[in-house]
């Protein structure tokens, strides 16, 4: 569907609304006429924007989640061109999820979303792994370039490595409420880059 | 409950069958009636084993299937006391995440449970996981002590880091249903362990 500026501005006021009521109620707990409410937004308003319905707009609250997954490590997770800026975008991650605790908006979702569409639940979470582990991996090419780590790393396996580090610290943390795992995981994962 | 040796066998089969049916056919879509029927029990017995009911068997189910991934990886898991014992382990954690792909039964039976008994089922995977973590500690000891990594190694958090490994691996895998996750992560946790 191509919007007019206004009809996405509208849209974009749909979602995050939506997006807000999850986070703070539960994705269960909200209806559509909660999101109508809160949003100011018609039955056909809500019906021209998502013709598919609460599926449809789960699946558009999951991508905004998604975008917000890198955008929380915006400026750092693109400008990752020397160890310092590493090191603070490892306390950038520690301090997102310590805030977070068991509460991941997007894993809420994609576990809804598994039940109704796990296709397109699947995607959302490969695009946004993929340009997660882009990021990284241009950023083990420059401490690569500089000659802050050994130039036979490889950049996408290290930059996997570090991504499946954070997704297993972050599913310990909603299993057991425990820090733990991230942090020993995170600093080792980096520690080994650094060797 | 103190149960008596057959008492006990009656509630083990009641917990085994219910667990091939979840496995089967997935936790939401198995009743008790079904329960029941596959496993020849009659209403009273199952209230008698389980007074609480479902989400009294689903705890006892995911308990089984908590045992049931540590068991998957003995006599490996407890006797890793050289380095090839550490790959033939290795190897088995592939296999078994390779074979199991999506179907995790114990993350899909907490994430039922995670809606009704929360911290039931938190402790459940927090049990299991000092389980976990406690046999690789070991493992790691056993390497420390012959000489085949640096003394100096945390037994401890050496085995949180590669127990990350592996749950991130599991989790990406199954959003992605890739094994490329798991597999890196495994190897640089093992790897920079032997460095």
Same mark, same amino acid.
């Given at each position: 569907?191509? $919007?007019?500026?206004r ?16 986070? +703070? ?7 559509l ?16 924007y998502? @013709?598919?319905?609460?599926? +449809? =707009?789960?699946?558009?609250? #999951?991508?905004?989640e998604? +975008? ?6 915006? @400026?750092? $997770?693109?400008?990752l ?9 490892r ?5 997102? *999820? ?19 569409d ?10 946004m792994? +993929? ?6 991996? &241009? ?12 130039? #036979?790393?490889? @950049? ?15 599913? $310990? =943390?909603?299993? &057991?409420?425990?820090? &733990? *795992?991230?942090? $020993?995981?995170? &600093?080792?994962?980096?520690?080994? =880059?650094?060797?």
């Amino acid at each position: 569907m191509v $919007l007019t500026s206004r009809g996405a501005a509208t849209r974009r006021r749909i979602v995050t609304g939506a997006a807000a009521l999850f986070r +703070e109620r539960g994705v269960a707990q909200v209806s559509l006429d909660d999101i109508r409410a809160a949003t100011a937004t018609s039955k056909s308003q809500l019906f021209h924007y998502f @013709p598919g319905g609460r599926s +449809e =707009l789960l699946l558009a609250v #999951a991508e905004h989640e998604a +975008e917000q997954v890198l955008a929380d490590q915006q @400026p750092l $997770l693109g400008d990752l061109t020397d160890w310092r800026k590493w090191q603070a975008w490892r306390e950038r991650i520690i301090k997102i *999820y310590d805030e977070q605790r068991a509460g991941c908006p997007l894993s809420a979702l994609t576990a809804h979303l598994s039940q109704a569409d796990p296709a397109a639940a699947q995607k959302i979470v490969i695009r946004m792994n +993929e340009r997660w582990q882009a990021h990284l991996a &241009t950023g083990v090419r420059a401490l690569s370039d500089s000659g802050e780590i050994d130039p #036979a790393t490889d @950049p996408d396996q290290t930059a996997a490595t570090i991504m499946t580090a954070i997704v297993g610290g972050a599913t $310990l =943390l909603q299993a &057991t409420d425990s820090m &733990t *795992y991230l942090e $020993l995981a995170l &600093t080792q994962a980096l520690n080994s =880059l650094r060797r």
